[in-house]
Nanobody
Framework: QLQACGGGLVQAGGSLRLSCAAS????????MGWFRQGPGKEREFVAA???????YYADSVKGRFTISRDNAKNTVYLQMNSLKPEDTAVYYC?????????????????WGQGTLVTVSS
């Protein structure tokens, strides 16, 4: 089970940190990802982190967002800086067993409930 939190309302240029806590004792074995779905849009890949800590980012967030994980706390984070109005979306965390096609949402097995991020201009 995945539980995401940390969303909220922030002005453009501001920062937020999302957290996603996972239950179970095998968190360290999973690849963790963040996706987002803006109003009227498809759910899209944002970032992912492998079991070893390798990170992957969508071009639209590269240099602004940072994904990290704390296996001792069974938690993955998404630090979002320099936020833009187009970052407004519901953000979802997800988990999967392998790293292939890391941007493909169809390859993720488990999903959290989503947390809303709203960036005002």
């Amino acid at each position: 089970q995945l539980q995401a939190c940390g969303g909220g309302l922030v002005q453009a240029g501001g920062s937020l940190r999302l957290s996603c806590a996972a239950s179970g004792r095998t968190f360290s074995l999973y690849v963790m990802g963040w996706f987002r779905q803006g109003p009227g849009k498809e759910r899209e890949f944002v970032a992912a982190i492998s079991r070893s800590g390798s990170t992957y980012y969508a071009d639209s967030v590269k240099g602004r967002f940072t994904i990290s994980r704390d296996n001792a706390k069974n938690t993955v984070y998404l630090q979002m800086n320099s936020l833009k109005p187009e970052d407004t979306a519901v953000y979802y965390c997800a988990a999967r067993a392998d790293i292939s096609e890391v941007t493909n949402k169809q390859r993720y097995d488990y999903w959290g409930q989503g947390t809303l991020v709203t960036v005002s201009s």
